[in-house]
């Protein structure tokens, strides 16, 4: 072809494309203003380079309404209202050195934007998100952020100021778990005991007050995030008893030590286990032979367990889940997220018997899942 | 980008069946968790080159293909920097290495003795995601026995606060 031809061509497109262009309303582009509605799940990618992002998926359909861009090494809580979500993260100057400024953003669930973004101590540590690590305490109005350099403290946020007002220390201690009421909290230590904390609004804070030994960290150690369940905290063990611990004092005190009676199954896993409140249920995730070294091990079943009895009310297949959570009304789900980045949801059927049925799942949900939350 | 995607994600599966495998590994070995319950401070001022090392270097790993099963893994929980430019003892050239590490009890079946075993991280680099990813957790315990933790990043303590890799270094015998 020769070059004049071509070129005629192609004016002659261009032409078209003009005419054509005349005959069509022009797309507007905009910004969608919230996240579709209904009930969602959220999901931590722990990130060690670069971003935390928080992934939100609706329950029903488990499609990904957007996500929160967070620093390194997130820990995340969602609010009681399920409106607003705290993180805290590290941003590296050079993304992988120099400075780091240690942030506390708050934000909009529903606009996934930052309502306030404010700068705390540099201390927090950059351990793979649980729930005990950050918490909200005295009805949330402070945010208590665990420290590891490594030695652990726990920093207290004064989310009305914007600030933090006081460095806990909480030698060889780890996890700041709030008391139902008041300015309070107990952390698990690795002598056995149970250390509570007191602090003021005025920055000032009590001497620790320490439980009687209630476990032995090289024998049978516990899991350091326990459930919340009324009025006391339920710490299980690597090999499958819990404890009954009664927070409301002073002093912690363990009521009583209940074993699952697994046989030869034990627990494992991140989030090793989760509450439903409404049916008294306790969930866990439970694997076949357990040895030294199993206790992070991926589900092969979750039992259920009821948190009075502690009878095992039903055992249902697992799909490699490392952390799992029950949502809170009277009809829950269940959603579990599997040490290959899947997003599992189970429907439950409550009773005498309690069974899990896969009902949904989505692979790809996240790289590093770490920790999940619900506003349902 | 394709390309580097599909690099991505195949250095992502290696890694979720590396921590699967992993997860999955019997050991059933001894744990001396008192003696090796404190963190290690300046983990390689304190890490002598030991004969048994070379041996243990020319053992290789367990089985063939199983980088994770190399008996002085038997705690460790990160890429190994083995597989990026540096070795089992050694960081990557232009990393540092971590002040504080986490210790491990891992047992040589070579000699049947158990070793101590300091997990540093090098630091102050990208991890590399197509690199090996070994999780085992012997003797592992959450951050109230901080020593013995490793869901946890160990450059923590330094100026180049990023994870690049991990190294697993003996540093004595546990009894």
């Known amino acids: 072809?020769?070059?004049?031809?071509?070129?005629?061509?192609?004016?002659?497109?261009?032409?078209?494309?003009?005419?054509?262009?005349?005959?069509?309303?022009?797309?507007?582009?905009?910004?969608?203003?919230?996240?579709?509605?209904?009930?969602?799940?959220?999901?931590?990618?722990?990130?060690?380079?670069?971003?935390?992002?928080?992934?939100?998926?609706?329950?029903?359909?488990?499609?990904?309404?957007?996500?929160?861009?967070?620093?390194?090494?997130?820990?995340?809580?969602?609010?009681?209202?399920?409106?607003?979500?705290?993180?805290?993260?590290?941003?590296?100057?050079?993304?992988?050195?120099?400075?780091?400024?240690?942030?506390?953003?708050?934000?909009?669930?529903?606009?996934?934007?930052?309502?306030?973004?404010?700068?705390?101590?540099?201390?927090?540590?950059?351990?793979?998100?649980?729930?005990?690590?950050?918490?909200?305490?005295?009805?949330?109005?402070?945010?208590?952020?665990?420290?590891?350099?490594?030695?652990?403290?726990?920093?207290?946020?004064?989310?009305?100021?914007?600030?933090?007002?006081?460095?806990?220390?909480?030698?060889?201690?780890?996890?700041?778990?709030?008391?139902?009421?008041?300015?309070?909290?107990?952390?698990?230590?690795?002598?056995?005991?149970?250390?509570?904390?007191?602090?003021?609004?005025d920055g000032t804070f009590t001497k620790p007050v320490k439980s009687a030994q209630i476990f032995d960290a090289d024998k049978d150690a516990l899991f350091a995030n326990p459930l919340r369940v009324g009025s006391k905290l339920i710490y299980l063990s690597f090999g499958g008893n819990f404890l009954v611990v009664d927070d409301s004092a002073e002093t912690a005190t363990l009521e009583k030590t209940v074993s699952i009676e697994g046989g030869e199954w034990a627990p494992g896993g991140s989030e090793v286990m989760t509450y439903h409140a409404p049916s008294n249920t306790i969930f866990v995730m439970m694997h076949k032979g357990a040895f030294d070294g199993s206790?992070?091990?991926?589900?092969?079943?979750?039992?259920?367990?009821?948190?009075?009895?502690?009878?095992?009310?039903?055992?249902?297949?697992?799909?490699?889940?490392?952390?799992?959570?029950?949502?809170?009304?009277?009809?829950?789900?269940?959603?579990?997220?599997?040490?290959?980045?899947?997003?599992?949801?189970?429907?439950?059927?409550?009773?005498?018997?309690?069974t899990l049925t896969k009902s949904a799942e989505r692979e790809g949900a996240a790289i590093f899942p770490a920790l999940m939350v619900s506003d349902f | 980008m394709t390309k580097f995607l599909d690099r991505l994600l195949s250095g992502l599966d290696r890694m979720t069946e590396a921590k699967a495998r992993g997860a999955a590994r019997r050991h059933g070995r001894r744990s001396f968790l008192a003696r090796a319950g404190g963190a290690i401070v300046g983990g390689v001022a304190l890490a002598p080159i030991l004969p048994f090392d070379r041996r243990a270097n020319a053992a290789g790993a367990a089985a063939a293909g199983d980088e994770c099963g190399y008996w002085r893994h038997c705690a460790i929980d990160g890429f190994l920097c083995q597989d990026a430019g540096g070795t089992l003892t050694s960081c990557p050239p232009g990393s540092s290495v971590s002040a504080v590490s986490w210790v491990g009890t891992c047992t040589n079946p070579d000699d049947n003795k158990d070793y101590l075993v300091s997990y540093n991280d090098c630091c102050g680099k990208p991890l590399i995601p197509m690199t090996t990813f070994c999780y085992n957790s012997k003797g592992e315990r959450p951050g109230y026995r901080m020593g013995l933790y490793n869901d946890v990043n160990w450059c923590m303590a330094n100026e180049a606060k990023g994870y690049h890799c991990t190294v697993s270094v003996v540093v004595g015998l546990a009894e």
């Open chain 1, 295 to 354: 206790h992070k091990n991926p589900a092969e079943e979750i039992w259920a367990v009821d948190a009075e009895t502690f009878k095992v009310k039903g055992r249902s297949a697992a799909n490699g889940e490392t952390g799992i959570l029950a949502t809170k009304g009277d009809a829950p789900e269940l959603f579990g997220v599997t040490h290959t980045g899947t997003l599992v949801k189970y429907s439950v059927a409550l009773g005498d018997e309690v």
């Open chain 1, 1 to 201: 072809m020769k070059l004049t031809t071509a070129l005629t061509l192609t004016l002659a497109g261009l032409a078209g494309m003009a005419h054509a262009a005349d005959e069509i309303q022009p797309e507007t582009l905009t910004i969608e203003k919230t996240i579709a509605p209904g009930p969602n799940v959220l999901v931590m990618d722990f990130g060690m380079v670069g971003s935390s992002p928080v992934y939100v998926f609706g329950s029903e359909e488990l499609k990904l309404k957007g996500n929160i861009g967070t620093g390194s090494f997130g820990q995340m809580v969602l609010s009681k209202d399920g409106k607003t979500l705290y993180t805290v993260s590290a941003y590296l100057e050079r993304y992988v050195y120099g400075d780091i400024d240690a942030v506390v953003h708050e934000w909009d669930l529903q606009t996934m934007t930052a309502k306030r973004e404010f700068e705390i101590n540099d201390k927090f540590g950059h351990a793979e998100s649980q729930p005990g690590l950050l918490t909200l305490a005295d009805d949330e109005k402070f945010l208590l952020v665990q420290n590891a350099t490594p030695a652990t403290s726990v920093t207290v946020v004064d989310l009305a100021k914007g600030a933090d007002i006081a460095e806990v220390p909480t030698p060889g201690c780890w996890t700041a778990i709030p008391a139902v009421e008041g300015r309070r909290f107990t952390s698990i230590c690795g002598d056995g005991t149970l250390a509570s904390y007191g602090f003021e609004a």
